[in-house]
Structures are given as C-alpha cells and as structure tokens.
C-alpha cells in the first residue's frame, strides 16, 4: 500500500533523526546513567511504546540489573535483579547475542515474562545485545516493551540495533575514561605514599649524621658532618611541604626557601643570635620539586656561609628576595657582613676546580641545574654579599643530553 509505506518511511525518517540527536548527547555525557535513561526515552518515544529499559549484566555475570528505564514504577530502575539464566527474552538476547522479538507474549513458547514486566501489563516485546568492544562481555541488552500485542519490523529492529550499538560504544568510553581516572588517583596515592616515605627516611639520615657529629671528636669532621646534615634538612624540607600541602609535584617556592632560612638561622642561634632575616618573597611562585631542590640547597648554602663568614661576632641581617623577573623568577640572597674576601671563589664555578669549601662551588653547579648563571657582586650601600639568580619555572632541558 502506497499510504503505509509513506508512512514508514516518515517513521523511518524519525528513527535516524532521534538517532543522530541521541549520537550527539552520548559523545557530550559523561555520566552513563544519563545516557542510559536518555537512550531508553528516546527508543520508547520512537517505537511509540510508554516502557523501555536497559538492563545490565553485573560483574559476577549472571544477575541482570534494571540499570536504566522508563515508564517502570518505582523500585525497579536501579533495584531490580533477575538472573541471565531466567527464561526471560533479555536472557535468551544475551545467550544467543541477536536480537528477540516477541510481537504477542501470549503466545510466546520460547520463554515468558518477569514477574515485575507482567505487573506493568506488557503484551509484546523485543530487545537487543549491548554488545561490549572486542572481546569484552556483552554488557546488557536494550528492550521496549508495549502494552498491546503488536509487530516489530525489521526496520524496527535495525533502528534498536544501531541504537544498541552507539550505546556499547558509549559505554566502552565511559569505562575506559572511569578507568584512567583510577589509575591516575592511584598513581597520585602511591607518589603521595613514597613522597611521605622519602621524608621520613631523609629525616632519619639527618639524625643519623647528627648523632655521628656528637661522636665524632675532631672540630673539622664535626663541622662536615653538620654541614651534611644541613644539606639533608633542606631536601627534607621540601618533602616535607609536599606532603603537608598534599601534593606531590609542585610546591610554593617562596614558602619553602624562607621557612628553610628561618630554621637555618634557628639552628645557629647559639652563634649568631643577633641575626635577622628579612624575607621579601613573592607568594604563588610555584615550581615543581625538580627545581626547588637545587634553589633550597643554593639558599642553605648562601645562608650559611653569611652566618659562618659574614659577621665575626657581630650583629648583621641576612636578606631573600623572591619575585617575577624579566626572564623568569628572579632569586636574590644577600647580607650586609664584610663581604667576599678577593680571592673568594665566584661565579659559575665547576667540579673539579680548587676551590678552598664546597659551598660556593655546589652554588655553581646547584644553579645551573635551573638553568640560572649566579652572579655574584655586593649588597646595597656597596657592602655585605649579594648573589642574584634568575631562572625558569621550568628546569631548562640539558643541552649536552645528559
Ligand atoms: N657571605 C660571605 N661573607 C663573607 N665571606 C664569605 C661569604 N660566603 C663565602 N665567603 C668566603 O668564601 C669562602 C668559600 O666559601 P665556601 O662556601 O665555598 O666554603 P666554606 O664555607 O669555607 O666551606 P664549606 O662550604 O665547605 O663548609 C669562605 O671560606 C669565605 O671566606
Ligand atoms: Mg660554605
């Protein structure tokens, strides 16, 4: 009949166009539910039935869950369970991976209804596999149901299992998106975990060399043995900032490099108990711990030469400035002592040079790692030591590749 096939093109016309706008939805949602229920609304609306459903096959593989629908009462989206081996049309869909279709449930012989789909009065029904990417298990099966005896055609049917198609791959990406999403969290706890073991062990290094400071007898090992002990305290430090900010790769620098100053001063109070310090630091300057190492071992280095060169027995202030530079971050660290003896060592000094200590050959070394030349010159009022660096928010990549 010519009417009856104008009418099943308009209706096949329908189909694709709610297909299309449910395509698009399932690309934009990221919650499986919605586009579960969305899927369902529009399937019912599209075959002109009031009941549709999405049942789930659940990880022990055999309980089938009403995971989405609609038209149900309440209580049975979300709650209720039947199992795949149940004489159930979803079941047989699933065991046999094809479509079911049952145009008057009345007369069907090959399974009957659950008990919950006779109490909403359904007559006909039929339903497709939600068929799982490669070699994943079937995930569940898309089903409309009416409440008259009526046929379902093979356009019909197409049209749910393309449904049903889009629906499987909707359902692969939200999996695999919830699965990254849990690595990386447990990515994140396990680099969180070794962050706070790093720390722990670093603080029983510095114990460690301390108590062998206490037992060593010559003043020159022990001041070494200090000096190595600081050094430790400063990493220890950072680690430390990290696991109280709960992060595992970036820290505030300027919060780190002054809190490590003010326990350096601490440390020597003994010796140096009029020593000020001045912080001027930029707040929100944010580095990743690859930089802040070398920057806080620069500034225990700086600060404890002031403290052991810079002042004799006097009274003296040790300055560090932290801020936005042309170029970069710029770090200043400075004090108003007596200032660098001629033949002190400056610059960008490198391993293997004579020079008389380690700190101001590590200070070479420790800045280029940022990428920073040190410039060494004197403080305000041509006095004290002023040491000027200034670097990326990124550690620069090593140019000879090692
Ligand atoms: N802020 C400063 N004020 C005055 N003199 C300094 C200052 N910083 C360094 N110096 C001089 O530069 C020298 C070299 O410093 P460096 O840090 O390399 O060695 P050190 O402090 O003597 O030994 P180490 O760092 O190995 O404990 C010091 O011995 C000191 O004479
Ligand atoms: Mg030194």
Not at 44 to 67: M, P
Not at 140 to 153: C, H, M, N, S, T
Not at 214 to 235: G, P, T
Not at 335 to 354: S, V
């Amino acid at each position: 009949m010519p009417g009856q096939s104008e009418a099943d093109q308009t209706q096949l016309l329908e189909q694709q166009r709610v297909l299309a706008r449910f395509g698009e939805s399932a690309l934009a949602l990221e919650n499986l539910d919605q586009i579960l229920t969305e899927a369902c609304r529009l399937v019912g609306t599209a075959l002109g039935t009031e009941l549709a459903k999405v049942v789930e096959v659940q990880a022990d593989g055999h309980t089938l869950l009403v995971r989405a629908g609609i038209g149900w009462r309440p209580g049975i989206v979300g709650h209720m369970r039947t199992e795949l081996d149940d004489p159930a049309p979803e079941g047989l869909a699933l065991r046999t991976k094809g479509p079911i279709v049952s145009p008057d449930l009345d007369r069907e012989d090959r399974f009957g209804v659950p008990p919950f789909v006779a109490e909403h009065g359904v007559r006909a029904t039929v339903c497709v596999p939600i068929i799982g990417a490669d070699g994943q298990p079937p995930y569940g099966v898309l089903q409309v149901d009416a409440r008259e005896p009526r046929p379902f055609g093979e356009a019909e049917v197409d049209f749910l299992r393309t449904y049903a198609n889009m629906l499987a791959s909707a359902v692969t990406r939200l999996r695999a998106n919830t699965e990254l999403r849990r690595r990386a969290e447990d990515n994140e706890r396990l680099l969180r975990e070794l962050q706070h073991r790093v720390k722990n062990n670093l603080q029983v290094m510095v114990g460690l060399v301390e108590v062998q400071a206490r037992q060593v007898h010559a003043a020159s090992a022990k001041a070494a043995l200090r000096a190595v002990a600081r050094r430790i305290e400063a990493l220890r430090l950072l680690h430390d900032k990290l696991h109280l900010a709960g992060e595992v790769d970036r820290l505030d620098l300027g919060d780190y490099l002054g809190q490590l100053a003010g326990g350096l001063l601490r440390f020597h109070e003994g010796e140096a108990a009029r020593i000020q310090l001045i912080l001027e630091v930029e707040r929100g300057i944010v580095t990743s711990p690859d930089a802040a190492a070398p920057l806080g071992l620069v500034v225990n280095e700086f600060v404890t030469n002031s403290l052991k060169h810079a002042f004799g027995t006097g009274p003296g202030t040790v300055g560090i400035r932290l801020g936005q530079a042309a170029g970069g971050v710029g770090l200043e660290l400075w004090d108003d002592g007596q200032g660098l003896p001629a033949e002190a060592p400056r610059g960008a000094m490198t391993a293997g040079q004579d020079t008389p200590g380690t700190g101001m050959r590590m200070i070479g070394n420790l800045a280029r790692q940022v990428g920073a030349v040190p410039v060494w010159g004197m403080s305000e009022g041509g006095r004290g030591t002023r040491l000027a660096l200034t670097f990326y928010r990124q550690p620069s990549p090593r140019l000879d590749g090692t």
